[in-house]
Structure formats: structure tokens, C-alpha cells
């Protein structure tokens, strides 16, 4: 029996090393990628575009995701940022979920490297935001506000690398592609400290990273006046008539055989009623206990919570409406117990603990294609009994179990 039970286990363990061997990601169609420029000085703005995504929706678990990992912040051995791929910044730009909803829309990859030279942060919308902050289509993924003007990129060439990685082994990727940087000497010119703090804001603005709202009142802070603010504008190609405008041609008219001139921008006397209240909404806020629990927004548990929200919850009318009222609530306590973790690790840890199960229960949400209003609220009732069980019953019904467990053993020895 010995000898066949250990036959057995020979048996068992090639085939279960094999099916937890590193993911292979070859048969997968490489995407579309560009860096524009591909060397620079310290303080040069990178775009980098990705495009022509495979579909990926039909692949057996475990589901793959496309990471970019930028080495940059690695060389300054900045400590601040937790680097989630070993000593490289890494995230996701297209996933699985991403696939089975059908979005292979391209990806814009935009920030600046270091630079002594960079413009100032500004405190916009509840945090700074910096030239050097990565953005994903004008939504920032990492922020670099404390280094992006302390410090500069040391020159040398550095690696943008894409890979394939699933879900459950991200620290295991299978590279497809390597682009390099070259960093030379020198840095950009220098602008007067007067323009530092309105450039920033005005290439904020130009990557829809701030509202209009946001844009004219910092502005209006900085001493701008109504028509200067109008020429920011103009010259960022933000006016209604300039976003909206059809194309238009210096034909000569039937009537007058004149040349149409295109007026590129109205009299200044004049404001037309479109330009109030035409900027984007706000940025989504942030997930900030389960941010100081896990130590960054780009944590696969924050990731989670945040695909949640803008991939399922607010694409249904009442899943905003549960989110308006959760957000009511919830932003009322966030800050004060963030701020309790980031002062207390051990407190820090025993969130953690609590809210794994919970976050592991929500992403159930992310798996489940929900079409219709009454499948959100029968999903989310579903959950939300799911959690109470789990943190209220189940304690609930062990505290009886113990407290009449105690009694009997009291009762035995009398």
C-alpha cells in the first residue's frame, strides 16, 4: 500500500508542476507599439501608443493581462513609490475583463522624465499632480509630485519593456517587446519661476487630467484675467468653437466670389454661452483605506476595487446611485482611518486582513456580464448578503457557540 500510494504522488507532482509552469504567452498576437521621441534630456515628455490588441476574452484561466514596465523612477532609488514588479514600475493597460467587454481601444502612455527643471506641483482636486505623473488616456495610473522637480534621470539607456502576465503570477511575465530610451546630458531650457506653476497647469488641462472649472479658477488665482484665460484657451485649442468646428474651406463664395476667412477666435467682448460648465467631470475619487492598506493605487486589490466602480457599478443607473450613497458615507471616515494606517503598521495590517475577504467577494462582480438594471441589484443584493454572513452571522453565531460551550464546561465542573 506504501509503495503504491507513493507511486501515486511520483505520479501526481510532474503533472502539477507542470500545470503552475510560467505562463506562455507566444501563440498571442503581439500589439501595435510606438514611443515617441526615443532619446532626450532630462525633463522630456514620452508618449507612448499601443494599439491593435488581440482578443483575449476566449482564454482559459489563468487570465493573462498586457503589462508596460517603465524603469525610470527605479534609478533615482526613490523609495516612496513601491515598485510592484521588482525594481521596475509596472501596471496593466489591457486586461482580460478589458476583452470580454469588447474594449480593444488604443492606449496613450504620456509623462516627463525628472527634471530639476520641471514645473512645480499643484494641489488639484485632493492631491498634487505633476508634469512626471503617468497617465493612461489622460487618467493618471502613479503620481511622482515629491520627485519630479527634486531630482533629475541620470543619463544612460533604459529599457520601456511589454509583457503578457496572468492574474495570479504577475511577478512571472513573458516579455514580448523592449523599446529603449536614451537619456543624454543636459536638460531642457529653463522658464522663468513666474510661468512654472501656469505651464503645469495648462499641460494639465491639455491632457484632460483637470477640469475646465479647475483650469480657470487656478488660474484666476494666479492673477489671470477673463481674456487672458480666453487666449490659454485658444492657443490650447480648447474654445467650443475650436473642439466642435467643422472643417472649413477658403472657397470663394457663389455670391460674392470673396474668400471665406475661418474666425479663429470670437471677439472678446463676446463668451459664448457653451463655454460655461463644458470641462470633464472630476477625477473618480480614490479607494484611500484600501490604498494605505496596500501600500499604492496601482495594488492589484486597489485595481480591483477601482475596475469595480468605473467598469460595472457606474455603468448602471443604480449602481451609480449605490456609489453616490456609499461615497456620502464613506469619504466622512476614509481620510481619518487612511491616515490612522499610515501611522500605525500594525493597525495597517489589521485592515488589511478585514478587508481581503471583502474585496475578494466584490470581484466576483468583475467576472459577471450584467446587461440589465435588475441584474445589478440581484447581483448586488447577492453580495451584499454574502458579506453580511461573513462578518456579522458567522461571528455572530461562533460567539453563541463558545458562550454556550463555556457554560456547559462551567456547569460540568460544578
Given at each position: 500500500?506504501?509503495k503504491?500510494?507513493f507511486?501515486?504522488l511520483?505520479?501526481i507532482?510532474?503533472?502539477?508542476s507542470?500545470a503552475?509552469?510560467s505562463y506562455?504567452?507566444s501563440?498571442?498576437r503581439?500589439?501595435e507599439?510606438?514611443m ?14 499601443v494599439s491593435n ?21 527605479a534609478?533615482l532609488?526613490n523609495n ?9 514600475m509596472c ?7 478589458d ?9 496613450t ?6 527634471s530639476?527643471?520641471?514645473p ?5 482636486s ?11 488616456n489622460?487618467?493618471v ?8 522637480n527634486?531630482n533629475?534621470?541620470p ?6 519593456k ?5 492574474k ?5 511575465p513573458y516579455?514580448i ?7 543624454t546630458?543636459?536638460?531642457l531650457p529653463a522658464?522663468?519661476e513666474?510661468?512654472r506653476?501656469?505651464q503645469?497647469?495648462?499641460?494639465l488641462?491639455?491632457n ?7 483650469f ?6 494666479l ?6 484665460i480666453?487666449?490659454?484657451?485658444a492657443?490650447?485649442?480648447k474654445l467650443?468653437h475650436q ?8 472657397e470663394?463664395?457663389?455670391?460674392t466670389?470673396?474668400t471665406k476667412?475661418?474666425?479663429t ?6 463668451k459664448p ?5 463644458t470641462g470633464?467631470?472630476?477625477a473618480?475619487?480614490q ?5 494605505a492598506a496596500f501600500?499604492?493605487?496601482?495594488a ?5 476595487l477601482r475596475e469595480l466602480?468605473?467598469?460595472?457599478l457606474l455603468k448602471?443607473?443604480?449602481g ?6 456609499f ?5 466622512t471616515f ?14 495597517k495590517?489589521?485592515?488589511k486582513a478585514?478587508?481581503t475577504?471583502?474585496?475578494?467577494t466584490?470581484?466576483i462582480?468583475?467576472?459577471?456580464n450584467?446587461?440589465?438594471?435588475g ?13 453580511t ?8 453565531i461562533?460567539?453563541v457557540?463558545?458562550?454556550?460551550f463555556?457554560?456547559n ?6
Amino acid at each position: 500500500m506504501k509503495k503504491l500510494t507513493f507511486a501515486l504522488l511520483l505520479l501526481i507532482i510532474p503533472i502539477s508542476s507542470a500545470a503552475w509552469a510560467s505562463y506562455d504567452a507566444s501563440h498571442l498576437r503581439e500589439p501595435e507599439i510606438t514611443m515617441t521621441p526615443t532619446s532626450g534630456p532630462p525633463g522630456t515628455p514620452i508618449t507612448i501608443t499601443v494599439s491593435n490588441f488581440p482578443d483575449i476574452s476566449g482564454e482559459p484561466y489563468p487570465y493573462p493581462d498586457f503589462y508596460i514596465y517603465l524603469p525610470f523612477d527605479a534609478a533615482l532609488g526613490n523609495n516612496n513609490v513601491p515598485n510592484l514588479c521588482e525594481n521596475e514600475m509596472c501596471f496593466p493597460i489591457y486586461t482580460y475583463e478589458d476583452a470580454q467587454r469588447k474594449n480593444f481601444a488604443d492606449k496613450t502612455i504620456t509623462f516627463s522624465l525628472f527634471s530639476l527643471t520641471n514645473p512645480k506641483p499643484i494641489y488639484l482636486s485632493g492631491g498634487l499632480h505633476s508634469v512626471c505623473d503617468i497617465s493612461v488616456n489622460g487618467k493618471v495610473q502613479q503620481g511622482y509630485a515629491d520627485v519630479c522637480n527634486t531630482n533629475s534621470q541620470p543619463p544612460g539607456e533604459y529599457e520601456v519593456k511589454f509583457a503578457w502576465a496572468t492574474k495570479t503570477k504577475p511577478e512571472e511575465p513573458y516579455f514580448i517587446k523592449t523599446l529603449k530610451f536614451t537619456v543624454t546630458e543636459g536638460s531642457l531650457p529653463a522658464e522663468p519661476e513666474s510661468l512654472r506653476l501656469d505651464q503645469t497647469l495648462m499641460q494639465l488641462y491639455k491632457n484632460d487630467i483637470i477640469s475646465e472649472q479647475e483650469f480657470e479658477k487656478e488660474l484666476k488665482a494666479l492673477g489671470y484675467t477673463d481674456s487672458e484665460i480666453r487666449q490659454a484657451k485658444a492657443v490650447l485649442g480648447k474654445l467650443p468653437h475650436q473642439v466642435n468646428a467643422e472643417p472649413t474651406s477658403n472657397e470663394p463664395t457663389k455670391e460674392t466670389g470673396e474668400t471665406k476667412e475661418t474666425e479663429t477666435t470670437p471677439p472678446e467682448t463676446e463668451k459664448p454661452k457653451e463655454e460655461i460648465n463644458t470641462g470633464p467631470p472630476p477625477a473618480p475619487k480614490q479607494c484611500l483605506i484600501a490604498t494605505a492598506a496596500f501600500g499604492s493605487e496601482l495594488a492589484p486589490q486597489v485595481q480591483t476595487l477601482r475596475e469595480l466602480r468605473d467598469n460595472t457599478l457606474l455603468k448602471t443607473t443604480s449602481g451609480s446611485a449605490f456609489m453616490t450613497a456609499f461615497n456620502s458615507v464613506y469619504y466622512t471616515f476614509s481620510p481619518t482611518v487612511a491616515e490612522w494606517e499610515r501611522q500605525n503598521p500594525v493597525f495597517k495590517e489589521m485592515v488589511k486582513a478585514a478587508i481581503t475577504p471583502l474585496i475578494s467577494t466584490l470581484s466576483i462582480l468583475n467576472y459577471l456580464n450584467i446587461d440589465s438594471e435588475g441584474e445589478m441589484i440581484t447581483y448586488g443584493i447577492g453580495i451584499i448578503l454574502l458579506n453580511t454572513g461573513m462578518y456579522f452571522v458567522a461571528p455572530a453565531i461562533l460567539i453563541v457557540k463558545l458562550n454556550a460551550f463555556t457554560k456547559n464546561k462551567h456547569k460540568t465542573k460544578s
